[in-house]
């Protein structure tokens, strides 16, 4: 089993950053990246099932967690934070997209190590 907290940590995910998850489900990286970044980061996540959405908002609730921004619908033509190119988790999420190019663009790179992120 993967652990999300430690590949965030990996990525250099820090108190402060921002993060977008697309295909966000539950909250499997969501929610850690959420307890990384603080109450001074930003989480944001979209996925197309609004149930999943309506789950990972109770969790966060739960946790008091109140840098998570979540939206359910479609990833394409969103980009929450115009211009971030640092951290974007893509997870499984591409596989039920119409035309997953286009929708998400090339993965960036972690600034820091250059590895792909996502």
């Not at 998850?21 to 944001?44: H, I, N, Q, S």
């Amino acid at each position: 089993m993967q652990n999300p907290e430690a590949i965030l940590q990996e990525i250099g995910l820090k108190t402060g950053q921002t993060l977008v998850d697309v295909g966000c489900g539950e909250g499997f990286f969501a929610l850690p990246a959420a307890r990384l970044t603080g109450p001074e980061g930003k989480v944001y996540g979209v996925d197309l099932d609004s149930s999943a959405i309506k789950e990972l908002k109770t969790k966060a609730s739960k946790e008091d967690l109140s840098n998570l921004e979540l939206k359910a619908g479609p990833a394409e033509g969103r980009d929450p934070v115009s211009g971030l190119r640092r951290y974007r988790i893509h997870g499984n999420c591409t596989a039920r997209l119409p035309k997953p190019g286009p929708s998400i663009g090339e993965r960036p790179k972690d600034g820091q190590t250059g590895r792909q992120v996502g």
